[in-house]
């Protein structure tokens, strides 16, 4: 199943989800991804991995993603976040996070957490997003793919 993963970083943890995308490279590139810009340039950078590079974090990338999750557009949020005491209670952290509760997207925002479901990703685990999720690419394809034999099975039988 492919999913939909979101990916952020603040400043500090840039390296990080890099080194995170190196490592599992191989499962990441089975699946739609799509970052905030500077740390998608960075990744794609670093993997090759295609990423569809939103605006930076600092003027709406992380908005835009949260609008993706709000629209249940996301699978799969991988957010590392800077965690001194004066992020906090920062406003778009927060309804980030919120809305993954509100929409049960799986979220990591630190590694440990990102391995586990990103391994949970590769074994299927993460499978039921595809009835949570019908709006995500690949309930897309899939509803595409049911009404194409119904289309060419009422030309076949208009045809004879």
Known sequence: ????????????????????????CGILSKHQLC????????????????????????HGGSQQIASRIAYDEIDM???FRETSPENINDETDNNIL??????NVPVATNIATAEVLV????????????????????????????????TRRSRNTQAN
């Open 98 to 103: 919120r809305l993954c509760d509100l929409h």
């Open 119 to 150: 391994r949970a990703l590769d074994r299927g685990d993460l499978d039921w997003r595809e009835i949570i999720n019908p709006k995500s690419e690949y309930n897309r394809r899939k509803r595409a793919m049911e009404r194409e034999p119904r």
């Open 77 to 79: 949020l991988l957010y």
């Open 35 to 58: 970052a905030t810009s500077i740390t998608g340039k960075f990744i794609e950078d670093s993997t090759g991995l295609k990423i569809e590079r939103l605006l930076t974090g600092s």
């Open 1 to 24: 199943m492919i999913m939909d993963i979101a990916l952020i970083a603040d400043d500090t943890k840039k390296e990080l989800m890099t080194q995170f995308c190196i490592a599992y």
